[in-house]
């Protein structure tokens, strides 16, 4: 029952689908992981159900073997006794001749016996061949199976990396998106931007000033001219004529 058993998870683990596992999966390394586990029991469950089968395939072989080699031995027997009984009763003493024909009877009784042995043995070592091939078969299968599982985890693992490195490059590269506004470089662009729209007013403030300073200037000018004639006025002076252009 052990055997089949081991036998029967074999069937089922060589029958899997192993992307369609995958692809179910929530965390597929996991899933690749647990498989290959399950998959490495499994191989050496197999293998020593395999070479406990083989042992008893052996040990029957070698019990058909001593039951053929004995039926040979018993048939060389019989023959002999039943040449000596031959010489004896041509040579006129058929009691002796009756008493070896008995033991080469005797004889072939033995041969039958070894040859029904041998014969009942075969099914078995048939029966026995037959599950020992097909352990084989199933667990150079499962073998096959493993190195296909690891190479599935090798290339997710790479292809997660693979990932993994693009992601950061992606990001990299984003970062010093001069085109897109959000990067680091976009908001360092805008921070210079506002700098220079302060500065630049600052620039326009200042100016202003200078402006109002010398427009003041001005008035004051205007009124000293005022004063300066007004004063000509009282002291019966005439004050200039204004220049025509």
Known sequence: MAKQSIFGRIST????NINALLDSAE?????????????????????SAIAETIGNLR???????????????????????????????????TADADKF???????????????NEARAIAPAI????E????????????????????????ELLARAKTAEAQTKVHD????????????????????????EAIAQ????????????????LEDIGELTEVEARLAMLKTGGTPPAAIEN
Do not use: C
Not at 131 to 154: A, F, H, I, P
């Open 13 to 16: 683990l060589m029958k899997a």
């Open 27 to 47: 965390d597929p390394q996991k899933m690749l992981d647990q498989l290959v586990r399950d998959y490495s029991n499994s191989i050496a469950d197999a293998e």
């Open 59 to 93: 040990l029957l072989e070698r019990d058909h073997q001593e039951d053929v080699q004995a039926a040979a031995e018993w048939g060389n027997k019989a023959l002999a006794a039943s040449r000596k009984a031959d010489e004896l009763r041509s040579s006129g003493h």
């Open 101 to 115: 024909d008995n033991l080469a009877k005797i004889a072939l009784q033995r041969q039958i016996s070894e040859e």
């Open 126 to 129: 048939a029966s026995q061949t």
């Open 131 to 154: 599950v020992v091939d097909k352990l084989k078969d199933g667990l150079n299968g499962m073998k096959q199976k493993l190195e296909q599982l690891r190479s599935k985890r090798s």
């Open 172 to 195: 990299a590269v984003k970062s010093i998106d001069v085109l897109d506004p959000t990067s680091e470089l976009g908001r360092f662009e805008d921070k210079v931007r506002r700098q």
């Open 201 to 216: 007013g600052k620039q326009e403030l200042a100016a202003s000033s200078i402006d109002a300073q010398f427009n003041q």
